[in-house]
């Protein structure tokens, strides 16, 4: 799924007041956290997940393997903190329709 600008821009503007529900610690990313991860965006469509990774190259590393295993897409990714949405069969949020 491929968003469009205007259409992440009301995926931000939803995500603005959530707090991460994920956060990657000292372990890295487990099987158990990208199935906390799965499960949170089957439930919520849009999460945030906290990405403690000193390193950027290591952190993008790992935010490309969220995206790829979850099958979502990044919103955007701030500091630490990387927004993610996956659209789930009841459709909770409604995305603004591309052009």
């Known amino acids: 799924?491929?968003?469009?600008?205007?259409?992440?821009?009301?995926?931000?503007?939803?995500?603005?007041?959530?707090?991460?529900?994920?956060?990657?610690?000292?372990?890295?990313?487990?099987?158990?956290?990208?199935?906390?991860?799965?499960?949170?965006?089957?439930?919520?469509?849009?999460i945030k997940v906290k990405v403690a990774a000193s390193d950027r190259a290591l952190k993008d590393a790992i935010v490309d393997a969220i995206v790829r295993e979850t099958q979502a897409v990044k919103v955007q990714l701030i500091g630490h903190v990387l927004v993610l949405f996956r659209q789930s069969e009841e459709m909770k949020i409604a995305v603004p329709k591309a052009k």
């Open 1 to 46: 799924m491929n968003l469009t600008t205007k259409q992440k821009q009301h995926l931000k503007g939803l995500a603005h007041d959530l707090k991460p529900v994920v956060m990657l610690g000292s372990n890295g990313l487990t099987e158990g956290v990208l199935a906390e991860i799965d499960g949170a965006l089957t439930h919520h469509e849009l």
